[in-house]
């Protein structure tokens, strides 16, 4: 049962720089809160999670995500090539996995930072895309059924939620591909 969490296995790397947990926990957070805040003003009125909301277009966005990730997963995991195989340079990033059943801390290769990176990837834009569909297809039921005050705390903690995921997914994304396209082709 364990096995199906893997894929969040790339939360667990480490760095002395901590821009792991910058990128995947202190700028979403903050954007997050950001923007939550600017969408839940008095004075702004977006559609949100009605039709054509930006929850709708967001589900949109991210459910052609899922298939790049994976695709980018299998070209990365089966790349025959020994220099993602290094370590990467000093001081490598730490990560957990998992070895005869064993939890164990490595220094990452290059490999198995961007196969865990682009794991990670796929599951939260595949979870993201079924809450969201749970979430719009719950939302008429919720409205007509629920208290106003209740109905207004879950959509404030529904759309800080969604968006801290689409921020993440966006930083990580974009963290990712620096990495391909700029840190991958320089010299240690």
Partial sequence: MLDLVRPFAFLTIRHPS????????????????????????????????GPQGLLERLLS????????????LAAVSSFNSPHLDKIMPHPAPTM????NGVLQLVQATRRRFLTSMFAYLAAISFLFALMA????????AVRATWPFEVVSVI??????CFLFII????????WGLFYLGERMLTPD
């Fill in 18 to 49: 901590r821009l792991p947990g910058a990128i995947n926990w202190l700028a979403p957070l903050i954007l997050a809160l950001l923007v939550s805040a600017a969408l839940l003003a008095p004075s702004v009125s977006i559609n949100i999670y």
């Fill in 61 to 72: 966005f991210v459910q052609t995500l899922v298939g790049f990730y994976i695709a980018a």
């Fill in 96 to 99: 957990y996995i998992k070895h």
């Fill in 133 to 140: 569909i749970a979430t719009l297809t719950a939302v008429p």
């Fill in 155 to 160: 959509r404030a903690l529904g759309i800080f």
């Fill in 167 to 174: 921020f993440q997914l966006a930083l990580v994304t974009l």
